[in-house]
């Protein structure tokens, strides 16, 4: 590459973070990745290995761990953010006291905060000064991507240099990136297609069969085109990358965390030990929640969403859940799109 | 049911049209089956099964087989066609002789016709006096449904009385039927997810991970929808039943025939041989070219289709169409509909 080498920031050192700075490290930028355990640090620089977060992972010599999060960010040509959501506003908080307003972020992260229903970009603009911003979303299980698979994703913003240095950071034949200018509809089909997928793992553990699960995750499709759409969002969006592409790689990997939460409510294991029992967060278990409120406030049914949430939070055994949806009534397969918004 | 039994008419003793006579008897419906061979005719009619098209299934006694069209259209309220595309003409000219000009017409076959590269009803219109049709598509595995498992479908058709028609005979808790107008939309979606089906088996068994199985099938996805767009029809239908819904059954079950043509090409086996150890038609086979043809005539690019029609039918490795596929150069996540339609 003749272009002058990068400086990336990565914040959050999870199975994605540590992915996504070995990438932009393969490509041989100076990659800060922002890792508050002391234990992990030490493995990331001195082991080049990241057994928590990418078990096997050979780290490259560029990621360099940092406890604090102002050298991070000083110096950095793009900051990149894999937060979970309900950690997303506290880290933004923390980056409000160091970051430049013309840094560029992008995030990628697919949640909602809990009770303000917030996307994440939305919580970035109001906690820093950051105005420069994108989203980076798509099929991308991490493990297979470290595993040097390849992938496909999408980068979502208003700025064209975004997307630029995105790709310079991490474009290559293994990640092929794509653009949209529908930031809105990449966060909402990243957060929603998480719920969709714990429907998946339901009615696969219940051996329903692939119609039923082809049945079930269209009606959920149906549905978060009709709420993103309702939210601003482009319903085409959906039938990208981001939509549904993402909800097809996560029902259909043994590695997506909310299609193997699904598959263990149908087992009939309560929610707490499940959660407990996959040490890691699965951004469904909450989305379910903001979707069915935002579903709520614009006045939309949205029974996918509701049932699922019923099943995570007020018992209703998952059988029930999958019987009753496939019994909803019919009517027509795809909803017109081109009316008025319902929610801005 | 306080409705008078109908009669209905099922043409085509395979796989899916067995099923679907199967369905309609269990409703109470007096059913015949247009059944050329004798030896399936006699254990339909004497011992109520059909293990060449349907192993382990026990039909109603209301299933009828007959040898002749004539006494199957006879007094028929409503007919369903489910026959291989190829064979589709030749059944038209056939059932031209005997069908009366207000006999509801619905067929359940997912292809184009070679060469011609017409949709079914455009054969069904151009052969027949029939005027009253319409299209049932989804994701409906006939192995699965004929085992009692649930699943989703769709009726297009510009007509409401056959739309009530084939939820009278066909509508139950086991088969949910949703209703669209872009008839030629589902037609098009099922025949050309076929041939993302067998792109998807490809990947697969190449084992080139889910994010890569994703990532093609969303280009396929969006080929499909920029096809059937400028062949008339509405995108949003190929985020129904009949478009996702359907592809995403197909590549994930192992019963599906495209599917396993893709992962035994990727095994270097070569097409004919595929296709005799099939011992049935795989759609998709016939469907590439006739995908790739129409989509020259509007001056499309359609990389997905084409890669997948040299791997069937000019020797192109498998492992080097997903490798070409994966490489194509990025852009747009999702195309842009509402502009003018390329063909009509």
Chains 1, 2 share one sequence.
């Not at 001195?46 to 560029?62: A, M």
């Not at 997303?88 to 905060?113: I, M, N, S, W, Y």
């Not at 339901?202 to 049945?215: L, V």
Request: glycine letters at 8%.
């Amino acid at each position: 590459m003749s272009e002058r080498a990068l400086q990336v920031g990565v914040l959050g050192a999870g199975n994605w973070g540590t992915t996504l700075a070995q990438l932009v490290a393969t490509k041989g930028h100076a990659t800060q990745l922002w890792c508050r355990d002391p234990e992990q640090r030490h493995a990331i620089n001195e082991q080049h290995t990241s057994e928590v977060s990418v078990p096997g992972l050979v780290l490259s010599g560029k990621v360099h761990a940092e406890a604090e999060l102002a050298p991070v960010v000083a110096g950095s040509d793009l900051l990149l953010m894999a937060i979970p959501s309900q950690a997303f506003r506290e880290v933004c908080r923390q980056l409000a006291t160091v970051v430049p307003p013309d840094l560029p972020v992008v995030h990628c992260t697919k949640g909602f905060e809990n009770d303000s229903n917030l996307r994440m970009s939305e919580i970035l603009v109001r906690e820093t000064c950051v105005r420069q911003f994108g989203v980076l979303s798509g099929p991308n299980i991490a493990t297979e991507i470290a595993r040097g698979k390849p992938a496909g994703t999408v980068v979502a913003t208003r700025f064209p240099r975004i997307a630029r240095l995105v790709r310079r950071a991490l474009a290559s034949s293994q990640l092929r990136i794509f653009d949209s200018d529908d930031l809105r509809g990449v966060e909402l089909c990243g957060a929603l297609k998480n719920v969709v997928a714990i429907a998946a793992g339901m009615a696969n553990e219940m051996q329903a069969g692939d119609n039923a699960k082809a049945f079930l995750i269209t009606r959920g499709m149906t549905e978060m085109m009709q709420l993103a759409f309702a939210l601003g969002a482009q319903p085409a969006t959906a039938a990208g990358l981001a939509g549904i592409g993402d909800l097809m790689a996560t029902c259909a990997s043994p590695y997506s965390r909310n299609h193997r939460v699904g598959a263990a409510l149908a087992r009939g294991i309560p929610l707490a030990s499940v959660l407990h029992e996959l040490g890691m967060v699965a951004e469904g278990v909450y989305a379910a929640r903001s979707a069915c409120a935002l579903a709520r406030a614009g006045n939309l049914r949205v029974p996918l969403f509701e049932h699922i949430e019923r099943v995570l939070h007020e018992d209703l055994p998952a059988a029930k859940a999958v019987a009753a949806l496939m019994e909803l009534p019919t009517g027509r397969d795809v909803p017109r799109f081109g009316g008025q918004q319902l929610l801005q």
